[in-house]
């Protein structure tokens, strides 16, 4: 399931390829405005937060309104930006207000998955590079 | 009765030319019974049978078989002492092939031909009583077989009306008594539908039953994507398999990006033009949201860097030469270049890329 949007869609507008650009993109204005030149506990939280909401943003951007976990997701990223907005719940305990019934459910669920396992590949990737390039 | 060596000789023509013995032998003995019958007082022995009898014979064969049989029924019925012997130890063979017929369609499930099967399974259901009607009556045969046979036909053709009522008790709007409805479908053959065993055909279940396939397979496509789902079985657990595979994997979102807000990026991310000159082999460049050009990395290494960075762009195989450079301009690295090669490479290549990462360290 991991390879058919890359197949069905033009390659090189695939979700693994959105979702990286936006993020690096988020990343790199996450660490410019903050240097890690002070690693103190509260900033590096800070920093951990904002990314991680980055990091969802950016997963839910690139699916845009296509699926209705996304949807729910960038609903709640606008109306409520706080900190909070972090904690992510699973989809079956998303607010999502559309009527869903299992078969939908599990279709969601399945995207949700697939893009999930994504994201962690994509910041797993990162994370490798910055050890690298230590 | 009529002459019973043209019947004879006519019965034994449709024997040899129907190819079908049991058939043949089949109907010779419902033409057999029910002429017999119908001159005999009707008793009411069974009840499905006393119906019968109140049908004519020609319409109750027809009912019962398929249109070869219309030969037989002109055919006058002969004596049935003439048959009596003969036809019993292939009776026999007749019911158990109908017996196993019908378990097998049963057992099959054959929903896709319920209703072309309806009429003959009915058919073939009342034939089997017919017979078991044609054993029990000539009890005073001289032949061993058919008392044998008969207990055990008798238990064939109640473990038929046993599953016979399964099949109606299990549907919610089926009718109470099998009698009935086994009269009713020989009174009307096209009314009912043969079920699968265990499951009703009217449209609400159908849609039922297409509705739980769906799910069943979206079910296995997640057990597919969750690994260490396939041994499970169990809606259930397969869903807890599943929500706990989706929170292991935010906390993974989680821990990496604290690993990430902790590790000191001395590295410049380069989003620039460039990147976007790119967007035949790898990235649309349409595709890039506002949300990035604001970030300009005000990269000062950037332009001494441009031609080692033009070079890493046309790279084939994404491989160790690019890291070769990357250890030239140190605070260049392109991950962007390994991470959407790796795109617009095969999707296979996702662990291939991380082994490299990981030989790399």
């Known amino acids: ?134 | 009765m009529e002459s019973n060596a043209g019947a004879t000789e006519t019965r034994s023509n449709v024997t040899v030319s129907d190819g079908g013995e049991v058939a043949a032998f089949e109907s010779l003995q419902f033409t057999d019974e029910i002429h017999r019958l119908i001159s005999a007082p009707a008793t009411d022995n069974a009840s499905s049978f006393t119906a019968l009898l109140e049908l004519p014979a020609t319409q109750v064969v027809e009912l019962l078989h398929s249109p070869e049989s219309v030969k037989l029924i002109v055919a006058s019925a002969p004596n049935v002492e003439d048959f009596k012997g003969s036809f019993h130890f292939p009776s026999n063979t007749g019911l158990i092939k109908k017996d196993a017929r019908f378990s097998v369609f049963s057992g099959e499930g054959n929903n896709k031909n319920d209703k072309s099967n309806s009429p003959e399974m009915t058919s073939k259901n009342s034939s089997a009583n017919l017979e078991k009607a044609v054993k029990s009556e000539p009890a005073e045969t001289a032949s061993s077989l058919p008392l044998v046979s008969d207990p055990t036909v008798e238990n064939r053709n109640i473990k038929r009306k046993d599953r016979e009522k399964k099949v109606k008790g299990s549907t919610k709007k089926s009718k109470p008594a099998t009698n009935e409805s086994l009269e009713d479908a020989e009174k009307l053959p096209y009314v009912h539908v043969r079920a699968r065993r265990g499951q009703a055909t009217d449209s609400h279940s159908l849609a039922e039953r297409a509705r739980r396939e769906k799910i069943n397979a979206r079910m296995k496509l997640l057990q597919e994507l969750v690994p260490g789902c396939n041994k499970i079985s169990g809606t259930a657990l397969v869903l807890d398999e599943i929500i706990n595979h989706v929170q292991s994997l935010q906390r993974q979102v989680e821990f990496l990006s604290m690993s990430l807000a902790a590790v000191n990026p001395r590295i410049d991310f380069n989003l620039d033009s460039s990147f976007t000159s790119e967007s035949g082999s790898t990235m649309d460049g349409g595709n890039f949201p506002s949300l990035v050009t604001p970030l300009m990395w005000p990269d000062v290494q950037v332009n001494g860097y441009r031609q080692q960075f033009q070079h890493q762009w046309h790279f084939d195989t994404l491989k160790q030469p690019i890291w070769g450079r990357e250890e030239v301009c140190n605070n260049y690295v392109t991950p962007e270049n390994s991470l959407l090669s790796y795109d617009s490479s095969a999707n296979s290549a996702a662990t291939l890329h991380a082994n490299q990462l990981k030989m790399e360290l």
């Open chain 1, 1 to 134: 399931m991991m390879n058919t949007p890359q197949q069905v869609k033009n390659p090189s507008s695939s979700l693994k390829s959105r979702f990286i650009t936006r993020f690096l993109g988020a990343l790199t204005k996450i660490t410019a405005e903050d240097p890690i030149l002070s690693s103190s506990p509260t900033r590096i939280f800070q920093r951990y937060r904002r990314i991680k909401v980055a990091s969802n943003k950016s997963m839910a951007y690139s699916v845009r309104s296509r699926r209705i976990w996304s949807r729910a997701m960038l609903s709640r990223f606008r109306s409520r930006r706080s900190a909070f907005s972090g904690r992510r719940s699973s989809v079956k305990t998303t607010n999502c207000g559309e009527a869903m019934d299992v078969c939908n459910l599990l279709d969601e669920t399945a995207h949700y998955i697939k893009c999930l396992t994504t994201q962690v590949q994509v910041m797993r990737k990162i994370v490798d590079f910055y050890h690298l390039s230590k």
